[in-house]
């Protein structure tokens, strides 16, 4: 198991950034798959980026060149770059660990973007 802890969250105005991290119990360059994935109120939650151990990333089409997703190994933390902000971004921001053995969670970050 990989525990996960979010952070960065918080209230921006539309056109703003913010950066999330996820600091994670283990190496990430072990992981191989670590995403973010956002559940707004009365919504699925669905995946928004995602960064395999050979680097590789993907980006849901909604935040496709605004968000930016990236690595440490050194601080075994992963970012969101989130740039150009909108209202619709709202919601909260899980990072997921996907690994031989598991998948794990992190407890969720709330981030808000005012119009």
């Known amino acids: 198991q990989v525990q996960l802890v979010e952070s960065g969250g918080g209230l921006v105005q539309a056109g703003g950034s913010l950066r999330l991290s996820c600091a994670a119990s283990?190496?990430?360059?072990?992981?191989?798959?670590m995403g973010w994935y956002r559940q707004a109120p009365g919504k699925q939650r669905e995946l928004v980026a995602a960064?395999?151990?050979?680097?590789?990333?993907n980006y849901a089409d909604s935040v496709k060149g605004r968000f930016t997703i990236s690595r440490d190994y050194a601080k075994n933390t992963v970012y969101l770059q989130m740039n150009s902000l909108k209202p619709e971004d709202t919601a909260v921001y899980y990072c997921n660990a996907d690994h031989n053995c598991s998948s794990d969670w992190g407890q969720g970050t709330q981030v808000t973007v005012s119009s």
């Open positions: 960064i395999t151990s050979g680097g590789s990333t």
């Open positions: 283990r190496s990430v360059f072990s992981i191989n798959r």
